[in-house]
Structures are given as structure tokens and as C-alpha cells.
């Protein structure tokens, strides 16, 4: 009877070395592209929601026939929210203080909580002209006031890159997404929509 010997062969420890030396130099690499993508996406999403509430606070003031007005009310960079409340006139762009915001937004508010923001940080001036609150008018769906049209910019959260976006709203109160020219690192996405 003749009786076949089975040989098992392994892995030599050089080999695993060898592979284990190549999978930490892949991972050294792609960590810090997966945070500048987690930062991008981040962001884009962050402005995504900006556009969405103002373009519900449009359709409200249409829908109700009064005028909206829309701002950002902030205590700190990492503490701020979207407020959309019923204005007293096309001109009324007073402030909302931030402990008021449950009582006074009574439109909508962005977010709920402020994790919802995923570590964006709050821009450091709302507008070209520093008004804190935009009306919407309710006859035309543009801005009470063709003098409120300005932009709110976000920035990605801290750590690798900085990347900014703008939510540019015109007169006619349309909202629109840019990269300031200004922006310390460029996204990809919006190549050919910059903005000064």
C-alpha cells in the first residue's frame, strides 16, 4: 500500500513582514485622503442643507403670504442654527437672541442639535452688508430689501485640510453654492464655481 505524505505549506515570516510593511504604507496614504473626503462631504452637506432651509423658508413666505425672515444665530463656532420666523415688515431684520430661538423661529429651525452640523464651523461674518437676518418678501419669493442679498460661508471642520463654501443668496432670492476665491484649499467639485 502505498501511502501519499500530505505537505501543508505556510507563510515564511519574511513574506508576512514583507505584507504587512506594504498594507501599513497603503494605510499611511490613504488616511489622510479619507479625512480631506470626510471633510468635503462634510461641508457640501452642511451647504446642501443651507440651500434646502432657504428654499423652504421661500416657499413658506409664499405660502403663507407673510413676510419670512431667515438668519443664523450662533453662540460660538461650534454652537449655531438656522432660525426662519414670521418678520413684522420687509425690513425687519432684528436680531433673535439665542435663548429665544424655540420661542421665535417659529418658521423653522436647522438642527435640531448641534452634532447635525457633523463639526462645521460657523462663518465669521453673515453677509456684505453684516445684516444677521435676510426677509423674504412674500409677493415676489426675492429679498424685501435688494440690500440683504450677501452670503453665509461655511468651513470644514478642524484638522488637515481647510476647505470654505459660500451660500450666495441674490436679490431674487435664489441661493446658490460657490468657493470663495480666497480658499485655502480647493475643492474639486466646484472648479468652475467660484465666487469672490
Known amino acids: 500500500m502505498n501511502s501519499s505524505r500530505h505537505t501543508t505549506r505556510g507563510f515564511t515570516l519574511i513574506e508576512l513582514l514583507v505584507t504587512v510593511s506594504v498594507l501599513a504604507i497603503l494605510l ?30 421661500r416657499f413658506e413666505a409664499l405660502k403663507r403670504n407673510q413676510p419670512i425672515k431667515v438668519g443664523l444665530i450662533r453662540t460660538d463656532d461650534e454652537n449655531f442654527w438656522l432660525c426662519a420666523a414670521v418678520a413684522s415688515s420687509n425690513t425687519d431684520t432684528a436680531a433673535i437672541a439665542a435663548a429665544d430661538r424655540a420661542a421665535e423661529c417659529t418658521v423653522g429651525v436647522y438642527p435640531a442639535s448641534t452634532p447635525e452640523w457633523k463639526r462645521i464651523i460657523a462663518p465669521s461674518g453673515v453677509g456684505k452688508n453684516g445684516a444677521a437676518f435676510a426677509v423674504i418678501d412674500p409677493k415676489r419669493g426675492g429679498l424685501g430689501v435688494p440690500g440683504q442679498a450677501g452670503f453665509w460661508e461655511l468651513r470644514s471642520p478642524a484638522g488637515g485640510a481647510e476647505y470654505h463654501l459660500r451660500v450666495y443668496v441674490d436679490l431674487f432670492g435664489r441661493a446658490v453654492a460657490c468657493e470663495p476665491s480666497g480658499s485655502p484649499s480647493k475643492m474639486p467639485q466646484f472648479t468652475n464655481r467660484r465666487c469672490s
Open 28 to 57: 499611511m496614504v490613504a488616511v489622510p485622503s479619507f479625512n480631506e473626503f470626510r471633510q468635503r462631504s462634510a461641508l457640501r452637506g452642511a451647504t446642501d442643507q443651507v440651500i434646502s432651509f432657504w428654499s423652504n423658508a
